[in-house]
Each structure stands twice: as C-alpha cells, then as structure tokens.
C-alpha cells in the first residue's frame, strides 16, 4: 500500500490530538514530522519523526502532504506557501479568515492540480453521522425546523494569548460556529439569507463568544447557537419535520478519549454510551434511535483515496467557500441589525 508521506505545520493542542495519531494508525499516512517553532514536543511522542526548526524545512521536506493547523489567521499564507511548494494540504477550520482568501486558495490548488481540503471532523462525529441517518430514511419527512448547537461552560479566558487578541481569526463564530454552519449546510444545503446576533458576554474579552444565527431557506428555517455559558446542555441537534421529531445530545467521545492517550482503531473507537441515544418520535411512536459510530480514521481513509485514486476530498473548498460566506454574512447582519440576502 502506497504511503503518503505527510507533515504538520503545528504540534499543539490539534496536531498532537486530532492529526497525528490518525496518521500515525492510518496505514495510507507515514508521519515525518513537525514545524515546531520554540517547544520540541513531537519527537517524545513519536521519536522517530523530525522537529522542523523552519517553515522552510517542511516545505523542502519529501512531504506529500501539509496539514496546515496553525490560527486561523495564518491559514491562508501557510496554505498559499504549501501549494506554492506543490504539496497538498489539508487545513484546518475555519478556512480562512475571508471568502476573498478562500477563492484565492481554490483557484490556485486547481491551477497546481493539487489536493486541498479542509478538516471538518465533525461530520464524522457519531451524533452527526446519525443526525443524516435520520434525514435519509425519512422518519421525520419534509424538515420545517431544525437548530444545531454546539455550546460550552467556559467562562475564563483562553491562556493562549492568539485565542483571545481579537485577530481576525479569534472568535466562537470562526471556530465553533464554523463546525455547526458546515453541519447545517451540508444537512440543508445553502440558505438563501440570515439573521445573526453576535456579542460578547465574557469581562475584558477581546473576541466574540457567543452567537445566534438564523439561515433562512424557502421551505425551512435553520437556527444555529453557540456560546461560553452554557452548564446544562441542552440536545445539540433538534430537528421537526411533517411527521416527526428527533432530539439528539452532542455526545460523540473520540475528542475525550483522545485526551486520556487513547490509541484510535476500527472497530470500538467512537461509540456512543447507551444512555446517550436520540430520541425520535414519529408515527405516534417514541423509539431511543441508536447511534453510529463516529470515526476520524474514516476522515484520511477518504482523503488518502482522494490523493491517490484522484477522488473528491471530503471536504471541498467549495463547501468551505460557502462557510466563509455565510460567517460574513452573519458578521454583516449582527453588526447592522438586519437580514442579509446570500
């Protein structure tokens, strides 16, 4: 099996819980290393892989592929320097920190005939996974309402100063909000305007920290939410069509068994507890709906085939180009206090 030989451009908190160790289990993926600029950490948990003291040395490296998962305002400079250097690259959300940036990128990877992709695990969570399961088999029939949460008890501010400086990458609606704008998009498509109230509720913060965001389409409205204050968690994912309903709690478990050391595999990585089920209530019934396995490992097997085999990456930079513009226009709408056509 052909390997793809592959480089982070970071070993912080993504690099070391979300990169490495799929590539490291991936037969498709040989990891060689990591631009480690002050800290030299990847060689502890891999020792036979390279710090790279310099950009330049990944770029010179027999890399194939560049995981770009640095902030999210460096996304597209690094990114631009990858594909210059007629590599891959996989980056991280959100993409960029404007559309205009985003195009840019596509346009150039398609000129290189190269391989970009962005990394939106999330739509190989396990409550996401049965989200789409839901909606294929028609259990709840023409979707009218449906809101999508991802929210946190975090009240402090982060101690990493580029979360909290107010660059344009640092906010909840770049980092959060674009996993549940992808969620929402890839469930229903691209609305046709929104809605959106962004503040910031946290003393002395410097960035936004909480959102709520309306996509308005023909035949459905879509509400999306996040914020630092939220102890109790409500279902994540509540979704009403003509037929049915289904509640479903945020609950997928790789992200917490990643930070106990927990070695990922094929066969029980991902599962859900019991308990953690969605409810669906449709044709008078009330039934707890079992939940998929969530899998990240899926994520590179279909990246892999996409280098390889010359497949479609599995998340396009189209679908991240419509991301970006609904962000702005969410940014657009909170600041004027209106509704903005897409």
Known sequence: MRQIKTALLAYGGSGKLFHAP???????????????????????????????????GVLESDAELVVVNTPIDTHFEFTKNVLEAGKHALVEKAFTTTSEEAEELHKLAKEKNLKLCVYQNRRYDSDFRTVKKVLKENYLGEIV??????????PELSPKAWKENGNPGASILMDLGSHVIDQALTLFGNPEKVFADIRRIRENTQIDDYFDILLYYSDKRVRLKSSFFVKEMTPAFVLHGKKGSFLKHRADVQEDELKLGKIPNRENWGNEPEDKTGLLVYNDRVVNFPTLQGNYLDFYDDLYNAIVYDKKVPVTTKQALHTMKVIEAAKESSEKGEVVFL
């Open 145 to 154: 309402e449906a809101e999508i949460r991802f929210e946190r008890y975090n």
């Open 22 to 56: 799929f590539l490291e289990v991936n037969d498709g993926f040989e990891l060689i290393g990591a631009y480690e600029r002050s800290t030299k950490n990847i060689q502890t948990d891999y020792p036979n892989v390279k710090s790279f003291d310099t950009l330049e």
